[in-house]
């Protein structure tokens, strides 16, 4: 069963500029089957997870080439950084030759980015555009379109509401295509595979990482401080590592797609705000798996419910926007005083807060700390406040509250 993914639209429409393309995102967030759809049998793939192919492309790259010619799906292009600069030729002289037809020759896919980006930037500079796929949407599998999130514009059309214990399941869950066609009998077995894969064949295989059990003992531990400010000193305080350590590995989980780390903002106003990022892990049913919420009714009554909840709805967002090729211009505010708030979006120079709240009783009090924007003498433009209430309401004039299960 295939599911669109809502990145059709801005990958096709590069795919008329660009001679390549470059998909990355974590394993199994449905990279391959999403250019292999879109391919239609027009062009051949080969994996470099097939040894034989990634030995030629290292060692010779431009018989690589000429067995596989563009158009042409590589998939797992970080095996074999070695091809860049001969795809680099190869596109170059198509765009002399005949340059009407010399975009999106190459379709790549890259699971991590450890030592990715660096030879993309470097090699394929103004050939190459790059996207970032997550797991699958709340509106991709609902079947609907999906725009990037600003207050104002939200609808929820097409999306049906969910009470607390059917959200928390869609939660427990997480996004990942495969698991979206499994019972959740396998729910374990699916992600107990997933982190071995991810150790073994990332980890090990792309890092200097000695000790993988050390290195799960240190996953777990970030799985658990999701929805948090980051905190190196705890991080390797539970891993029994080093700090430098900690945010050598943290590094890792980030490049790889599973993490995420939201800046704060400022612009230098005083030194009161914070200069802390807050840390998310970008599946939800990963985490859940990482911190043993077993079933979806512990996790919506646990200690951890309003950190898991307020994941979902930043990694949601975060969809809106990578899904439809954008970067997100994501922020978080909080000063010296402890006053938050969780989300801002800087949007045509205009400030939008966001506040989310698992209560089903959004209250004014709730966004107190948004008239702490008025310091940055900026236009602060409509606001949110995302919780299970299930209406679209007005809480003041500039503020409408939002169902998280229609994100």
């Keep these: 069963m295939f599911i669109k993914r809502n990145l059709e639209s801005a990958f096709l429409t590069a795919n008329k500029s660009f001679s390549v393309l470059l998909v990355t995102g974590a394993r199994q967030v449905g990279k391959t089957t999403f250019l292999r759809h879109l391919a239609e049998e027009k062009r051949k793939f080969v994996s470099l997870d097939n040894l034989e192919y990634r030995e030629m492309a290292k060692n010779d790259?431009?018989?690589?080439?000429?067995n596989f010619p563009a158009p042409l799906i590589i998939d797992e292009i970080q095996y074999a950084p070695e091809l860049l600069p001969y795809i680099k030729m190869a596109v170059d002289e198509a765009r002399f030759k005949d340059p009407e037809n010399s975009n999106g020759m190459f379709w790549l896919t890259g699971s991590q980015q450890f030592h990715l980006m660096k030879g993309v930037?470097?090699?394929?500079?103004?050939?190459?555009?790059?996207?970032?796929?997550?797991?699958?949407?709340?509106?991709?599998?609902?079947?609907?379109?999906?725009?990037?999130?600003?207050?104002?514009?939200?609808?929820g059309t097409?999306?049906?509401?969910?009470?607390?214990?059917?959200?928390?399941?869609?939660i427990w869950r997480g996004s990942f295509p495969g698991m979206f066609m499994l019972q959740d009998s396998e729910w374990s077995t699916f992600y107990n595979s997933y982190v071995q894969t991810y150790l073994e064949r990332d980890i090990r295989y792309l890092t200097q990482v000695a000790d993988l059990g050390r290195f799960f003992t240190f996953l777990k531990s970030a799985a658990a401080r999701t929805g948090q400010m980051l905190n190196y000193a705890a991080l390797s305080r539970d891993a029994d590592i080093s700090q430098p350590t900690a945010k050598s590995w943290l590094s890792l989980l980030l490049t790889s797609g599973l993490a995420y780390l939201l800046p704060p903002y400022y612009r230098n106003v005083n030194q009161r705000i914070s200069s802390t990022p807050k840390f998310y892990f970008l599946d939800t049913g990963l985490a859940a798996y990482l911190t043993s919420w077993n079933t979806p009714?512990?996790?919506?009554?646990?200690?951890?419910?309003?950190?898991?909840?307020?994941?979902?709805?930043?990694?949601?967002?975060?969809?809106?926007?990578?899904?439809?090729g954008q970067e997100p211009p994501f922020f978080y505010f909080r000063d010296k005083d402890k006053h938050e708030i969780d989300l801002l979006i800087e949007y045509n120079g205009a400030l939008h807060p966001i506040e989310i709240k698992k209560s089903a009783s959004p209250k004014s009090s709730d966004i107190s700390?948004?008239?702490?924007?008025?310091?940055?003498?900026?236009?602060?433009?409509?606001?949110?406040?995302?919780?299970?209430?299930?209406?679209i309401l007005m809480l003041t004039e500039s503020c409408r509250t939002i169902p998280a299960p229609l994100l």
């Design 158 to 170: 097409g999306m049906k509401m969910l009470g607390s214990p059917e959200l928390f399941h869609r």
């Design 369 to 391: 700390a948004f008239r702490l924007l008025k310091q940055y003498q900026m236009p602060i433009g409509k606001a949110a406040l995302i919780s299970m209430n299930p209406d």
């Design 121 to 155: 930037t470097e090699s394929l500079a103004g050939r190459v555009a790059i996207f970032n796929l997550l797991g699958l949407s709340n509106h991709e599998t609902a079947g609907t379109d999906s725009q990037p999130f600003l207050p104002e514009s939200f609808s």
């Design 61 to 66: 790259p431009r018989l690589f080439l000429s």
């Design 297 to 324: 009714q512990v996790l919506c009554d646990g200690a951890m419910s309003g950190a898991f909840f307020e994941t979902w709805c930043v990694s949601e967002l975060l969809k809106s926007y990578l899904h439809n």
